[in-house]
């Protein structure tokens, strides 16, 4: 049987790098979720998609093959064949993900995937219905979190530090935004499983919240 860690929280609250590092640190495969997600958004974007049309989204997911890969040990997600790890970072891309993980029909795309992986590897998945939706039977559960403020501070540095111009107050608008969108959405919304564990990262280094998801692991193993 294999071992499964969720991860859930909402947008910026530092559930990637804190996943990855976990995963490195106990030899587990990282998948990142919202990658997927992010894949199927900017096909919609670049195949101009109306996605209140559900005729328009039915056509386009047709034509949509998600997978992924490894390399160098950091996963690559793959669009049709494609890698486009590197073109689903921006704000747009985040949005479109978003407001179309709300379509069950994107849900329901990408949910094989996602558990296959996780039956046929140890993982750390990070998301936001991992715990809830995804995994259920999850050993260990973690909802990691942080002040909407914090989250924006994150999110605005990391940004800077990529030499992408950015506006504070909209990036916190836009994580506010994303929150009730993720939180309030129909299917599988963004919620913390009964059995998993709240963390609050905001004033928590990386290196806190890492040692502390590998303390709950150790008890449990
Ligand atoms: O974690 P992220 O910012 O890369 O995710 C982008 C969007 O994808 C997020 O706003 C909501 C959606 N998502 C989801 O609905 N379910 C997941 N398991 C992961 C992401």
């Not at 506006?167 to 993720?182: A, G, N, Y």
Request: with cysteine; proline share 2%.
């Amino acid at each position: 049987m294999t071992y499964n860690i969720a991860i859930d929280g909402p947008a910026g609250a530092g559930k990637s790098t804190i996943a990855r590092r976990v995963a490195k640190e106990l030899s587990f495969v990282y998948v990142d979720t919202g990658a997927m997600y992010r894949a199927i958004g900017l096909f919609l974007i670049r195949n101009n998609t109306d996605i209140r049309d559900m005729e328009q989204v039915k056509k386009a997911l047709s034509k949509v093959s998600i997978s992924i890969a490894y390399k160098d040990g950091e996963q690559q997600v793959m669009l049709n064949g494609e890698n486009v790890s590197g073109l689903i970072r921006t704000e747009a891309v985040g949005n479109m993900a978003s407001a179309a993980a709300a379509i069950p029909s994107v849900r329901e795309k990408l949910l094989d995937l996602q558990r296959k992986l996780a039956q046929t590897n140890n993982v750390v998945m990070d998301g936001r219905d991992i715990g809830t939706n995804i995994l259920p039977d999850a050993q260990l559960k973690i909802y990691l979190t942080a002040s909407a403020d914090t989250r924006a501070q994150r999110r605005y540095d990391e940004l800077c530090k990529k030499g992408i111009a950015c506006d504070f107050l909209e990036i916190k608008e836009d994580i506010i935004k994303r929150d009730d969108q993720d939180m309030h959405r129909a299917i599988a919304p963004l919620s913390q499983a009964e059995d998993a564990v709240y963390l609050d990262s905001s004033e928590m280094t990386i290196d806190e919240v890492t040692k502390k998801i590998k303390s709950f692991y150790k008890e449990q193993a």
